[in-house]
């Protein structure tokens, strides 16, 4: 690559830095939802909508921004994200009501997306050869983006002075959660600078000189469609009670008042140690291995964060729900590539594009399970369903594989 003036150090760094810009929204977004249900007068599913509106501007930008990084590059892609995280961030900062809300998260969702559809194919064509292991490193900045941004959440949560009647909590009266929102500027700002003068390679579908039919090929096969629908379960099991997981634990557990990111902070702390290590979990299990794993542990996390009724029992039940979830959205983005080679950025994108779709379901299905039982709970316990799915729909590759010899990574330009 340095023949070619590409710097695979910078753009890697790049590409993580983009990622925590995108997983410290998500952590803060969780953080403030209490306050934005008092400053806007929500209730649980109008709050949950707004808060799942991200997740529509993700799949719509990563379902077109994903086939444009063939044409625009994935420079041009990122300037797109840089743009989106920008304007997005600060409508939601200046928001003066639900609609205004409404359209901040969706197009800080955008950024998302964008951000999502170009660093993917990215790694994935500076590093061929290592796919897994570099997309699980390169997402383990996700769950360490939102320990990031929980902690200076929290941290800034600890020096907010109560509101008037008890209300809104203020910093140097301002809104506490404005400020925070506002922190959300500064790497977004690092990363746009360092891809600005970066030169970026062509795709590797691009470079392989795969034409653009047999990529929307790729698309239509049956086996990709079914890995559509496990990425849809899983990305709905891990993303879910994310968003929800702060105002669960804020609402239902004694002490917790101001505590309860810290549940998501050590969920993504969690998530972000392990994905440091699928390398070496891959060559043992296999990556259908490592989400059949996951599924089962995902499961009974969730099932225990539902019947968690203290502070110990919340963290041990986040510890595993953690390991259950960790490896998902990186290694399903590692199948597709591996299997689907020849569908480039187009099956990476859609793959993110149809989670984040399912996510988009789930965020106000549980603010409405929510409000119907009047247990919040409940709701998480209710996601469980989702990580089974997966165990029955990959424990039937896996025996698919074994048949024909086992696991098989496809390379372009192998036959």
Same mark, same amino acid.
């Given at each position: 690559?340095?023949?070619?003036?590409?710097?695979? &150090?910078?753009?890697?760094?790049?590409?993580?830095?983009?990622?925590?810009?995108?997983?410290?929204?998500?952590? %803060?977004?969780?953080?403030?939802?209490?306050?934005?249900?008092?400053? *806007?007068?929500?209730?649980?599913?109008?709050?949950?909508?707004?808060?799942?509106?991200?997740? !529509? =501007?993700?799949?719509?930008?990563?379902?077109?921004?994903?086939?444009?990084?063939?044409?625009?590059?994935?420079?041009?892609?990122?300037?797109?994200?840089?743009?989106?995280?920008?304007?997005? $961030?600060?409508?939601?900062? *200046?928001?003066?009501?639900? &609609?205004?809300?409404?359209? =901040?998260?969706?197009?800080?969702? #955008?950024?998302?997306?964008?951000?999502?559809?170009?660093?993917?194919?990215?790694?994935?064509?500076?590093?061929?050869?290592?796919?897994?292991?570099?997309?699980?490193?390169?997402?383990? !900045?996700?769950?360490?983006?939102?320990?990031?941004?929980?902690?200076?959440?929290?941290?800034?949560?600890?020096?907010?002075?109560?509101?008037?009647?008890?209300? %809104?909590?203020? #910093?140097?009266?301002?809104?506490? !959660?404005? #400020?925070?929102?506002?922190?959300?500027?500064?790497?977004?700002? %690092?990363?746009?600078?360092?891809?600005?003068?970066?030169?970026?390679?062509?795709?590797?579908?691009?470079?392989?000189?795969?034409?653009?039919?047999?990529?929307?090929?790729?698309?239509?096969?049956?086996?990709?469609? *079914?890995?559509?629908?496990?990425?849809?379960?899983?990305?709905?099991?891990?993303? =879910?009670?994310?968003?929800?997981?702060?105002?669960?634990?804020?609402?239902?557990?004694?002490?917790?008042?101001?505590?309860?990111?810290?549940?998501?902070?050590?969920?993504?702390?969690?998530?972000?140690?392990?994905?440091?290590?699928?390398?070496?979990?891959?060559?043992?299990?296999?990556?259908?291995?490592?989400?059949?794993?996951?599924?089962?542990?995902?499961?009974?996390?969730?099932?225990?964060? &539902?019947?968690?009724?203290?502070?110990?029992?919340? *963290?041990?039940?986040?510890?595993? $729900?953690?390991?259950?979830?960790?490896?998902? !959205?990186?290694?399903?983005?590692?199948?597709?590539?591996?299997?689907?080679?020849?569908?480039?950025?187009?099956?990476?994108?859609?793959?993110?594009?149809?989670?984040?779709?399912?996510?988009?379901?789930?965020?106000?299905?549980?603010?409405?399970?929510?409000?119907?039982?009047?247990?919040?709970?409940?709701?998480?316990?209710?996601?469980?369903?989702?990580?089974?799915?997966?165990?029955?729909?990959?424990?039937? %590759?896996?025996?698919?594989?074994?048949?024909?010899? =086992?696991?098989?990574?496809?390379?372009?330009?192998?036959?």
């Amino acid at each position: 690559w340095e023949a070619q003036g590409i710097k695979p &150090g910078l753009l890697f760094t790049a590409s993580c830095m983009s990622l925590i810009a995108t997983a410290m929204s998500f952590a %803060i977004r969780g953080d403030i939802m209490g306050d934005l249900k008092t400053q *806007f007068m929500l209730n649980d599913t109008h709050l949950g909508m707004a808060a799942g509106a991200w997740t !529509w =501007g993700f799949a719509l930008a990563i379902l077109f921004g994903g086939p444009l990084c063939d044409l625009l590059g994935m420079r041009r892609i990122l300037y797109l994200a840089f743009a989106g995280h920008a304007v997005g $961030f600060l409508m939601t900062i *200046f928001a003066t009501g639900f &609609g205004m809300l409404f359209a =901040g998260t969706l197009i800080g969702g #955008i950024g998302n997306g964008m951000v999502e559809a170009a660093i993917n194919p990215l790694v994935a064509t500076l590093y061929p050869d290592k796919k897994t292991a570099k997309l699980n490193l390169l997402h383990a !900045w996700f769950p360490g983006g939102i320990v990031l941004g929980g902690l200076i959440a929290y941290g800034l949560s600890q020096v907010a002075a109560p509101g008037p009647a008890g209300g %809104i909590p203020l #910093i140097g009266g301002t809104p506490a !959660w404005q #400020i925070k929102m506002a922190i959300l500027l500064i790497p977004v700002a %690092i990363y746009g600078i360092l891809i600005f003068p970066a030169k970026f390679p062509v795709t590797e579908r691009v470079a392989a000189g795969v034409s653009n039919r047999e990529m929307f090929r790729e698309a239509l096969r049956p086996f990709y469609l *079914f890995l559509l629908l496990c990425m849809m379960c899983t990305a709905s099991t891990e993303l =879910g009670p994310n968003q929800w997981i702060t105002n669960i634990m804020q609402r239902t557990i004694e002490g917790m008042a101001t505590a309860g990111i810290l549940v998501l902070v050590f969920i993504n702390l969690v998530m972000a140690v392990g994905r440091c290590f699928a390398g070496p979990l891959e060559r043992k299990l296999s990556p259908t291995g490592i989400i059949m794993a996951g599924s089962v542990v995902a499961a009974v996390g969730l099932m225990l964060l &539902g019947m968690a009724n203290s502070m110990v029992s919340a *963290f041990g039940a986040a510890f595993v $729900f953690g390991m259950g979830v960790c490896y998902f !959205w990186p290694t399903m983005l590692a199948i597709t590539s591996e299997r689907f080679p020849r569908g480039g950025a187009l099956l990476l994108a859609m793959t993110g594009a149809f989670g984040n779709i399912a996510v988009g379901f789930t965020t106000p299905a549980m603010g409405k399970i929510m409000d119907v039982t009047g247990s919040q709970q409940t709701a998480l316990q209710y996601v469980a369903i989702l990580p089974v799915i997966v165990l029955i729909a990959f424990t039937c %590759i896996y025996l698919n594989d074994k048949a024909k010899g =086992g696991y098989k990574a496809e390379k372009l330009g192998a036959e």
